[in-house]
């Protein structure tokens, strides 16, 4: 079973615990386990519309999630609830995120619209994906 | 002593409340009542954007109210939504007992579902925030994310009155129907 757990007080930050409550179920699929096993990124996540905001460090098969910002994340995404909830459905293709559907579209032109933010996409481009493919629902 | 939830007698009790309050109330309905939760099951019967949106969905939904004894809401309201593969067999308010053993279960306070039904508060983002609160298979909901906003969008598009804006005798009226509701179908 993967190692995730909350950070002291982030049981008390709604999206910390959605979040790794999603991930924890994700990670019990062996390929996502695997690239939960090479990921050592901290990725910052802010649902802006929510107001809410967390830090989820990954350490090569250990999770904390931090309910806020914590340290200097190598990942910022920054969003409304709703998009961040399209990334976890994003289709894996390949064994890449595939973002040529509808999904990834809709994904693709928020990013466009600056409507989804994230930094690190280029200089983290490894670990974004790595990520994208511990998050995606598929 | 209320009739056993799941007979055809509390069916058939439950459905002749909703025509009766059909026939004595006119639109639009209060928020929570079974001519108002007859309404949103209609529409979501009827909406091809649903539909379309929950082809894969599988188990119910139910939406549960927290208790305001002040408007007139003193017990926990339980919205039971019977949905399959983009159908939506019926929506009913239904005895806790029944509720609490839905597959997805949404409690909120009386204001936050208030809020959502008149689009001030987006479902997704209330969970985010912990103003609603889900129990059942999350990753289940999120892939369905998008059925889910329909779900919601069709409940604000009722235009419902909302019970803590009745007048004393309004909420005395949904007083006395949720107390009939209490003893005969044990809601």
């Given amino acids: 079973m993967a190692d995730v757990k909350l950070a002291p007080g982030a049981d008390e930050v709604a ?34 519309d929510a107001e809410t905001e967390i830090t989820m460090d990954f350490n090569r098969g250990t999770l904390t999630v931090y309910g806020g910002k914590e340290g200097s994340p190598d990942i910022s995404i920054e969003t409304d609830a709703a998009t961040l909830l399209d990334l976890a459905n994003i289709n894996i293709k390949y064994g890449m995120p595939w973002y040529f559907d509808e999904t990834g579209m809709a994904v693709v032109k928020k990013l466009l619209r600056k409507e989804l933010r994230i930094k690190g996409m280029f200089t983290r481009l490894g670990a974004l994906t790595r990520l994208t493919k511990i998050m995606s629902l598929n | 002593m209320a009739i056993p939830y799941g007979t055809d007698e509390w069916v058939e009790t439950y459905n002749n409340i909703v025509k009766e309050r059909m026939e004595s109330q006119s639109p639009p309905y209060i928020m929570g009542t079974p001519e108002w939760v007859k309404q949103y099951e209609e529409l979501i019967q009827n909406d091809a954007e649903y539909k379309e949106a929950a082809k894969t969905w599988e188990g119910s939904v139910v939406i549960k109210i927290l208790a305001k004894p002040e ?37 909120g306070e009386y204001e936050r579902w208030k809020a959502v039904m ?7 983002k209330g969970m985010m925030q912990g103003k609603l609160k889900l129990k059942g298979d999350l990753p289940t909901i999120v892939r369905a ?4 906003s329909r779900l919601v969008d069709l409940s604000a598009s009722t235009n419902p009155r909302f019970p803590d804006e009745l007048d004393d005798a309004g909420k005395e009226d949904l007083r006395a129907l949720l107390k009939r509701a209490e003893e005969e179908l044990g809601i």
């Fill in chain 2, 118 to 124: 008149a689009k001030e508060l987006d479902t997704v």
């Fill in chain 2, 145 to 148: 994310v998008k059925a889910a």
């Fill in chain 1, 15 to 48: 999206m910390a615990v959605m979040l790794s409550d999603m991930l924890k179920a994700n990670l019990e699929k062996p390929e996502k386990l695997k690239e939960f096993n090479k990921l050592k990124a901290r990725v910052y996540i802010n649902a802006k």
């Fill in chain 2, 71 to 107: 408007i007139g809401l003193d017990k926990d309201l339980y919205m039971f939504m019977d949905l399959w593969h983009g159908d939506c067999n019926y929506v009913r308010i239904v005895p806790a007992e029944v509720g609490e053993a839905g597959d997805y279960v949404i409690t």
